[in-house]
């Protein structure tokens, strides 16, 4: 068994505001955050199907996923 807990690739950018904001940082860091998560950390995340097609080439071989607010729990199955 094995769990991947990933950004995924089409959280909106309010639903990243939202999760940075319940953080509470200071006002520099939330800038911050905000700016490497939207440019940056989404375009290079995984689609739901990315993660399909990247298991079924392991030796898990299957995956049940749960997708929250801007990512997503995989859960490896075999």
């Known amino acids: 068994m094995g769990l991947i807990i990933d950004l995924r690739n089409e ?19 939330t800038f911050v955050t905000k700016g490497i998560f939207k ?4 375009r290079r995340a995984y689609s739901r199907e990315d993660f399909a097609r990247i298991v079924a080439a392991t030796p898990f071989g299957g995956c049940d996923v ?13």
């Open 11 to 29: 959280a909106s950018g309010s639903a990243l505001d939202a999760v940075v904001d319940e953080v509470r940082l200071g006002r520099i860091d």
């Open 39 to 42: 440019p940056s950390l989404r």
């Open 66 to 78: 749960t997708q929250g607010p801007i990512g997503f729990n995989i859960q490896l199955t075999k």
